[in-house]
């Protein structure tokens, strides 16, 4: 797994210097200062929005339009590395979630279409089989997901997948 999360962001550093050459942009410097893998976490979510948006988006060269078409699947990929999504096991677990949520700014957003959530890992704790939850990630936020403070109780099966997904962390090239 290092290995190939180490080649996405070798090949992702790759692209940002050259888009960097074409169009000077605050997050180069910012990726290259990253010395953990949570500061790589957050350039890689504010490249990943900016990308999308007229931020680098709408600067008229299709240069640099198809480097972020060949940005955006990478920046995807550590995403993906650094959050888990969990579903509900039973209807109670949902009721119970939707509850804790209820009380979060944008909890009502945390659900998305398939009825998972994602979350952070590097913004969740497990202690016992309850899961403290400071950021979450919905269909509707930006770059910085939404900042949360709740606890959701997970079953056995769900706390092997978070702690193995944790575990998974520590292959990232950079330090926690």
Known sequence: MQTQIARTLASLAE???ALDRLEPNYLTK????AATARD???VILEFSYAANSKTLRDTGDERVRALLNDILPL??????????NLWPASTAQMQSWKHALSKAPSGKYAFRDDGSIRISLLDA????????VRRIWSHVSDFSGSQTAVDLKLDPEQI???KARLASLR??????
Request: net charge negative; no cysteine; glycine share 2%.
């Open 160 to 162: 092997a997948e978070f």
């Open 171 to 176: 292959d990232f090239p950079l330090p926690l």
């Open 75 to 84: 920046t995807a990929t550590l995403r993906a590395f650094f959050t888990i």
């Open 30 to 33: 910012r990726f290259d200062q």
């Open 15 to 17: 692209l940002v210097h």
């Open 40 to 42: 790589m976490h957050e």
């Open 125 to 132: 704790e497990l202690h016992g089989s309850s899961l403290s």
